[in-house]
Structures are given as structure tokens and as C-alpha cells.
């Protein structure tokens, strides 16, 4: 299945540099195939899994720098906390109600570095 996520947006002609994507039955290996299927320098993907109005894990995944600019941001969004290592930030969050927002987060981001 994670493979199948990865391809499908690989597979979008004119694919979004932002991808995200919620998986309540999913796990951190779930996750990490995601993250290595679509590539850390294609996009900006925040994946996460668990209750999507509670608690659950998430990775941000994409260029090294623009990650461990943005995730803390993130973590803050998701009232979590993680780590950055290596163009990945993982971390736990206590409200993944807040997804659209640390999507927005992303966006944003995107927004300022094609305007630079």
C-alpha cells in the first residue's frame, strides 16, 4: 500500500511539491517506505498516522535544509515534538486535528522560497 501511495503521486504529470497523507491504520514503517519511494530532494511529504483527531506520529520528509527549517514548525502546529536528521523530521503529536494547518505551514514555505 505504501508503495502504491508513493507511484500514484509520482505518477501526477503536474504533481504538487507538497504531499501529505494520513493513515490511521499505519505505522513509522508505513511512513518511512513513503518517504524513501517518493525521495527527499522531489517534494516537501508530511505523513502521519494515527487518530486523526488525537494523538500519532508524523514525518516530514524533503530537502535536508528546508526540513529542519520547517519542522519545528510543524511539531508546533501538531502541539508535538521530534528531531531532524538527515532531510527527515519525525516526532509525535498530541493533535493531528491540526494537519491541514502544518500543511499550510508547508505551503507557505514553498510559497517564500519560489518568491526568493
Same mark, same amino acid.
Given at each position: 500500500?505504501? /508503495?502504491?501511495? =508513493? ?21 513509522? #514503517?508505513?511512513?518511512?517506505? /513513503?518517504?524513501? #519511494?517518493? @525521495?527527499?530532494?522531489? =517534494?516537501?511529504?508530511?505523513?502521519? !498516522? *494515527?487518530?486523526?483527531? @488525537? ?8 530537502? =535536508?535544509? /528546508?526540513?529542519?527549517? !520547517? @519542522?519545528?514548525? /510543524?511539531?508546533?502546529?501538531?502541539? *508535538?515534538? *521530534? ?19 502544518? #500543511?499550510?505551514?508547508?505551503? #507557505? ?8
Amino acid at each position: 500500500v505504501a /508503495v502504491l501511495e =508513493a507511484q500514484r503521486y509520482k505518477s501526477q504529470p503536474n504533481r504538487d511539491p507538497v504531499f501529505c497523507l494520513h493513515r490511521k491504520e499505519g505505522d513509522s #514503517e508505513f511512513m518511512n517506505i /513513503v518517504a524513501n #519511494e517518493i @525521495g527527499n530532494e522531489n =517534494a516537501l511529504v508530511l505523513l502521519s !498516522v *494515527g487518530d486523526e483527531k @488525537g494523538a500519532g506520529t508524523f514525518l516530514l520528509s524533503g530537502p =535536508a535544509d /528546508v526540513v529542519e527549517a !520547517v @519542522g519545528p514548525k /510543524v511539531a508546533e502546529v501538531l502541539e *508535538g515534538k *521530534g528531531a531532524a536528521k538527515r532531510g527527515r523530521f519525525q516526532g509525535k503529536a498530541t493533535k493531528l486535528s491540526n494537519l491541514k494547518m502544518a #500543511e499550510d505551514v508547508l505551503r #507557505e514555505h514553498f510559497k517564500t522560497q519560489q518568491a526568493a
